[in-house]
């Protein structure tokens, strides 16, 4: 089948449109992941599962929400925004290092 070269462009412009946000998707959900991680490792620190709405964070004696919703009434922090930020920004790449390995593999 014959295109015009216009046609062809457009068609391969859709194409890494759908490649960029499926890449996207994946890195807002690796974020939001990490995210969690550092609120949960937080939590642990500050000992919040004694005083928590959830029940399963005072028998494991750890956060196991998946948002820490006990985090919300603390208020000392473990790290403060640029800390949180480096934090998330290295959690970030080692996961994306890993994945990058585990397709290669």
Not at 38 to 47: D, P, T, Y
Not at 71 to 96: G, I, K, P, S
Request: glycine share 2%; hydrophobic share 45%; aromatic share 4%.
């Amino acid at each position: 089948m014959i295109i015009s070269q216009h046609d062809a462009w457009h068609l391969a412009q859709r194409a890494r449109d759908k490649s960029d946000l499926a890449a996207k998707r994946l890195s807002d959900m690796i974020v939001a992941a990490c995210i969690e991680e550092i609120e949960r490792g937080n939590a642990n620190i500050l000992r919040t599962h004694r005083t928590c709405f959830i029940k399963a964070c005072r028998r494991a004696h750890h956060c196991t929400g998946s948002r820490p919703i006990c985090l919300l009434f603390q208020r000392r922090r473990v790290l403060n925004a640029e800390q949180q930020q480096a934090t998330l920004d290295e959690m970030y790449w080692r996961v994306l290092e890993a994945l990058v390995a585990s397709e290669a593999a």
